[in-house]
């Protein structure tokens, strides 16, 4: 499989479906910004980061279950409502956020250990999100799964996610970092929302690499 394919045909897919793909997430992304600075200027010391993930999983469920859901119906061709992909996602909520929740919760103790443990645990888990939408597994099954079918497609996956992910977080680390976007609340909502609305092409990408590998037999 060649990676530089998938993420070409990834990025055309997002470039030419922008505009829907803003419709449907940013205005969740940009609650979740704003729930998230609230949460900071209350909240400090170690359980900022607890209440940080809590406000997270009100909203994270909603728009990558919906974005998951609108990968699948433009890839067969369909044009689906936004209001329509809400309602399903809201439907899943209650079954992605518990997955959402143990997923964060396996890669914060595997990252507490060492960098490498959380790696591993973020792409043996990555295709548990799209097992849970699209095949309607529960979220322990969901992870299982992901475990067996992402064998096989480890380094591509590892390297697609870091070759999203690693940029966008050392542009957070550099807004975090730089006092007068860290100071200004506006400037820092904007650098947040961004980030994670960019962040939302991972998404495609892992989707994009789950339908290869549902096509391929599990190596055990």
Wanted: charge should be neutral; aromatic fraction near 10%.
């Amino acid at each position: 499989m060649n990676v530089l394919s998938v993420l070409r045909d990834s990025w055309y897919f997002f470039s030419h479906n922008l505009a829907a793909i803003a419709r449907l997430c940013l205005p969740l992304i940009v609650l979740e910004g704003l729930l998230l600075q609230q949460v900071d200027s209350l909240v400090t010391g170690e359980s900022a980061t607890i209440w940080r993930l809590l406000a997270g999983l009100l909203f994270y469920p909603l728009y990558s279950a919906a974005l998951i859901l609108f990968l699948d119906a433009r890839s067969n061709g369909g044009t689906p409502r936004a209001r329509d992909l809400l309602a399903a996602s809201l439907r899943l909520w209650p079954s992605f956020a518990l997955l959402a929740g143990l997923t964060t919760v396996a890669i914060l103790l595997g990252a507490s250990l060492l960098v490498l443990p959380g790696l591993w645990l973020m792409v043996k888990l990555a295709f548990a999100e799209y097992l849970l939408v699209l095949r309607g597994l529960q979220p322990l099954q969901a992870l299982q799964t992901s475990f067996r079918l992402s064998n096989g497609y480890f380094w591509p996956m590892l390297a697609c996610i870091l070759g999203i992910m690693l940029p966008l977080w050392l542009l957070d680390g550099w807004g975090q970092n730089t006092p007068s976007i860290a100071d200004d609340p506006l400037a820092s909502l904007l650098l947040d929302c961004t980030s994670r609305f960019l962040q939302l092409f991972s998404t495609v990408v892992l989707f994009r690499l789950f339908m290869l590998r549902s096509t391929q037999p599990v190596v055990e």
